[in-house]
């Protein structure tokens, strides 16, 4: 699966804009962030749909939410919220 590209990211201004905000990531690329050094989120595109891949916060492998909706959004970027928290307290 293709990493999403400038046009598509540009479909999620806010969200990277939330992510960006977050004071335990930091962005690596565009649409490319890290915790602690690691891999934490990067976006994809598929089919004409936005994904996002989420580290686990027991640090084995990604989830993958859809992005498309500002529902979607809005539950990826609270779940990374928590899950950057959590990791970086670790």
Same mark, same amino acid.
């Given at each position: 699966?293709?990493?999403?590209?400038? #046009?598509?990211?540009? /479909?999620?201004?806010?969200?990277?804009?939330?992510? %960006?905000? $977050?004071?335990?990531? %930091?962005? /690596?690329?565009?649409?490319?962030? @890290?915790? $602690?050094?690691? +891999?934490?989120? @990067?976006?994809?595109?598929? !089919?004409? %749909?936005?994904?996002?891949?989420? /580290?686990?916060?027991?640090?084995?492998?990604? #989830? %993958?939410?859809? $992005? !498309?909706?500002?529902?979607?959004? *809005?539950?990826? $970027?609270? !779940?990374? /919220?928590? *899950? +950057? +928290?959590?990791?970086? #307290?670790?």
């Amino acid at each position: 699966m293709a990493h999403a590209g400038p #046009d598509a990211l540009a /479909k999620l201004q806010e969200l990277l804009r939330q992510l %960006r905000a $977050v004071p335990q990531l %930091r962005e /690596k690329q565009p649409g490319a962030f @890290q915790l $602690v050094g690691q +891999a934490f989120v @990067q976006f994809h595109e598929s !089919d004409g %749909r936005l994904h996002a891949d989420l /580290k686990k916060v027991s640090g084995a492998g990604f #989830d %993958r939410y859809p $992005v !498309d909706t500002a529902p979607e959004q *809005r539950k990826f $970027v609270d !779940d990374a /919220k928590r *899950r +950057a +928290a959590k990791i970086a #307290d670790e």
